[in-house]
């Protein structure tokens, strides 16, 4: 049965979107069976992973909301199989808030494919409302990419209440499966001292595998590749097979 982790910060631009992407192409490789949901609007994952939004004629919301079976709407792409989004999404939220048993729209249509996959990873948008609900809802952990930077730790706070507010009403086993630092710019103090002050607070939830910030990780996404297929020597195509690595031994996969 999958394991569903759901790659979660309500701040934009930390690397959720990347992280997913590259995370589900390098466990593909290492010969896992994966699933990537997008339930962002913006579709970011969706045209990353070489998908052609402008085609699509159903995505994540027909799912969620209109209860289209998920086997539906899946489009294989190179690596893993793609629930994609588009700006149809952007109703959802309204919309989701009508349904009966709201909060378990994603559960209950991911519970069919369950058996499909060894991975099934889910993109989410940076917000902390009813879809999020619904993912950390049908979710077994959640995966918090974090920016090496500044405000790193601004906002965690709240993205860990609404961990909790889950685990008690809807789903009381759900994980942090780890903190990712992204970004990293070694040859700054700063990111140093950022990258010692998440691990001090979060200690060993935070993965050992540090992403750099790199111009080719995110040149990849307009080729609508992964790293490891755009530029398999670079260190971002090395450091998010390190990750891979360490979530299958996380698993016991
Ligand atoms: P989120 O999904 O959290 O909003 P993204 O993954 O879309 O974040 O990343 C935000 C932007 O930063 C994108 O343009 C992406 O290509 C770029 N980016 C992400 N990770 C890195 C990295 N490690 N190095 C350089 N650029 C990155
Ligand atoms: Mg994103």
């Not at 466990?27 to 970011?44: F, S």
């Not at 009813?130 to 405000?151: G, K, S």
């Not at 540090?210 to 260190?235: K, M, T």
Request: with cysteine.
């Amino acid at each position: 049965m999958a394991q569903i982790i759901v790659l979660a910060n309500q701040k934009g631009g930390v690397g959720k979107t990347t992280t997913s992407i590259n995370l589900g192409a390098a466990l593909a490789q290492a010969g896992q069976r994966v699933l990537l949901v997008d339930i962002d609007a913006q579709g970011n994952a969706t045209s990353g992973s070489g998908v052609d939004k402008s085609v699509l004629e159903q995505d994540s919301y027909d799912v969620i909301v209109e209860h289209t079976p998920l086997r539906e709407v899946i489009v294989p792409t190179d690596n893993y199989d793609l629930v994609p989004a588009t700006i149809q999404l952007s109703g959802a939220e309204i919309e989701l808030a009508k349904q009966p048993q709201r909060e378990y729209c994603l559960k209950k249509s991911l519970e069919s494919v369950r058996d499909d996959y060894d991975f099934i990873l889910i993109d989410n948008p940076p917000a902390l409302g009813l879809m999020t609900v619904n993912a950390f809802t049908a979710a077994d952990a959640v995966l918090i990419p974090v920016q090496t930077e500044f405000y790193a730790l601004e906002g965690l706070g709240q993205l860990l209440n609404t961990i909790e507010l889950v685990r008690q009403q809807f789903n009381p086993d759900l994980d942090v499966a780890g903190i990712l630092l992204t970004m990293y710019d070694g040859r700054t103090n700063l990111a140093k001292q950022v990258a010692q002050e998440v691990r001090s607070y979060f200690d060993d939830k935070v993965y050992d595998t540090i992403i750099p910030r790199s111009v080719r990780l995110s040149e990849a996404p307009s080729y609508g590749q992964a790293i490891i297929d755009f530029d398999p020597r670079s260190i971002g195509a090395q450091m998010y097979n390190n990750l891979a690595q360490e979530v299958l031994k996380q698993y016991g996969k």
